[in-house]
DNA sequence: TACGTGTACAGCAACGTGCC
DNA sequence: GGCACGTTGCTGTACACGTA
């Protein structure tokens, strides 16, 4: 994020970040990467090599039978035992017993190396009091709720990095605290995930044992990426359980006399089909049916209206429901002719066709995107305000909504654009189609005149589409 | 171009073992 | 019990490669 005194927070790419005054992206003069590469560590600057070895670890570690180069430090202080008749063996690049040995040879130098280290938790405040950061094990149950605040929150475990400033953020409450690697955050997980898998199946069994199949309600839907090269499935299951059934399951008080909502996730999977037909689903949906103990549990699923979960439905002898809010927004497209063969609406549909190309017209003319720029500017617009006309989107059920209000409320400037008056009517410019027979009824009942030309009639009905 | 994922490894602390 | 030494575990980082 860039800011500045006129966008606070302003977003950009890291391309255009890097061509900001004073970056230069291929200067490594404070990249620590590069400086690591060369620099060894400080610690080292206080032993001398003496020789070097072969080290073959044994025990039966992962590391057992396997060999290392063995370096051999003299230690540079005066009069130390450690000297080069008598030299330190370090394994590897490791500096952890030149560390023990300065410990008691030279204390003060080792803490100061220490806590110079960005490896090492220990650490030196500002007052010189030293503090060590907390180890894993201390660490463990605050990570646990970590994992859990961002599983509950949808928040990503790339997160868990030094260089985003999450490790400022939780050391600004406490400085010994860290956050945890990873690797570690996706163990954590597993080990929740199967804990509360446990719980879903002593529940399911719990329910089953008391109303018998069936007893459960459920939802499902399908996602495909645009590439259609893999689909996600998800299925959670619907509950209604009894209150002090659950109390006595979970040892706890808390759901008594109560009826207990509960809808967990039970598939989320990687549809691993390339055809998602409906009798890959049902197959699918018999696998997890299996999983949870739910044969026979689910009677009338609810999904949406696609024929392969229809298909799929019918398969598995279950009664198909479809989702409220895809029935409501099939109907919307119904009612507005949009969908359905013949259209139940086509009036409506023929005024929604010429009113998306009227408002389409702007995006394909310059001369016609400047003339509604400039009038809405000349309205008192700041530039950043300026509206374009919107275009039905075919898809969405609130797409016809959405057009008619943004070009109801940019209707004086478009009105300007396109005919050059503010009440627009040009008679330089007529309608190029026939009246629809409801909107012309309806202008012949508001003029009551008589004689009328077409050139006027045209005119009008320009003026009543633009109104719209 | 930026981001996700997997792998390797450096650097350190902690723990275990044996000797004195 | 203190010390020396060996082994193991954890974190952080670099880097390669694939992909939206």
């Given at each position: 994020a860039v800011d500045d005194p006129d966008y606070k927070g302003f977003w950009t790419t890291l391309t255009l970040f890097n061509e900001l005054p004073g970056r230069d992206p291929d200067d490594k003069t404070d990249d620590k990467s590069a400086d690591k590469k060369s620099e060894e560590p400080a610690i080292k600057k206080h032993f001398v090599l003496v020789s070097t070895g072969t080290h073959t670890y044994g025990g039966s570690g992962r590391l057992s039978g396997k060999t290392q180069t063995a370096y051999f430090f003299a230690c540079t202080k005066a009069g130390c035992p450690k000297n080069h008749t008598n030299p330190l063996k370090q394994i590897g690049s490791g500096t952890g017993q030149l560390f023990v040995h300065l410990d008691s040879c030279q204390p003060i130098l080792a803490k100061q190396l220490r806590a110079a280290s960005k490896h090492s938790p220990v650490n030196i405040d500002a007052d010189g009091n030293e503090y060590s950061l907390f180890s894993f094990q201390e660490l463990l149950p605050h990570h646990i709720r970590y994992v859990e605040k961002c599983f509950r929150g949808f928040d990503h475990f790339a997160e868990t990095r030094q260089d985003n400033g999450l490790l400022d953020w939780v050391r600004g409450f406490e400085r010994r605290a860290g956050?945890?690697?990873?690797?570690?955050?996706?163990?954590?997980?597993?080990?929740?995930?199967?804990w509360l898998d446990e719980r879903i199946q002593m529940m399911i069994d719990a329910q089953k044992g008391w109303l018998g199949v069936p007893f459960a309600g459920?939802?499902?839907d399908l996602w495909s990426l645009k590439s259609a090269r893999a689909t996600f499935g998800c299925t959670r299951l619907s509950l209604i359980l009894d209150g002090d059934m659950l109390s006595a399951l979970l040892s706890t008080d808390e759901y008594k006399g109560r009826l207990v909502?509960?809808?967990?996730?039970?598939?989320?999977?990687?549809?691993?089909?390339?055809r998602h037909t409906g009798a890959n689903l049902a197959r699918w949906k018999v696998q997890v049916n299996e999983k949870w103990k739910l044969q026979g549990a689910v009677k009338v699923p609810t999904e949406d209206g696609a024929s392969n979960n229809k298909l799929a439905c019918k398969i598995n002898g279950q009664e198909l429901h479809v989702c409220l809010d895809h029935n409501l927004s099939r109907a919307v497209l119904y009612a507005s002719g949009e969908a359905g063969k013949p259209s139940q609406n086509p009036e409506?549909?023929?005024?929604?066709?010429?009113?998306?190309a009227q408002a389409a017209s702007f995006s394909r003319s310059v001369v016609n995107n400047a003339?509604?720029?400039?009038?809405?500017?000349?309205?008192?617009?700041?530039?950043?305000?300026?509206?374009?006309p919107k275009v039905k989107n075919t898809t969405h059920w609130t797409g016809l909504s959405e057009m008619c209000n943004r070009n109801r409320w940019i209707g004086p400037e478009m009105r300007l654009a396109l005919t050059g008056e503010a009440d627009g009517i040009s008679l330089e410019?007529?309608?190029?189609?026939?009246?629809?027979?409801?909107?012309s009824d309806a202008l012949s009942d508001e003029s009551g005149s008589e004689g009328e030309d077409q050139e006027e009639a045209n005119s009008r009905v320009t003026l009543f589409v633009l109104m719209s």
């Open positions: 956050v945890p690697a990873r690797e570690t955050c996706l163990q954590l997980l597993e080990i929740m995930e199967e459920s939802q499902s909502d509960c809808s967990p996730i039970i598939a989320f999977d990687k549809f691993e089909s390339s409506l549909k023929a005024f929604t066709k010429r009113s998306a003339a509604l720029q400039d009038a809405q500017l000349e309205a008192g617009k700041h530039t950043n305000e300026l509206l374009a410019r007529a309608a190029p189609f026939a009246l629809p027979a409801q909107i």
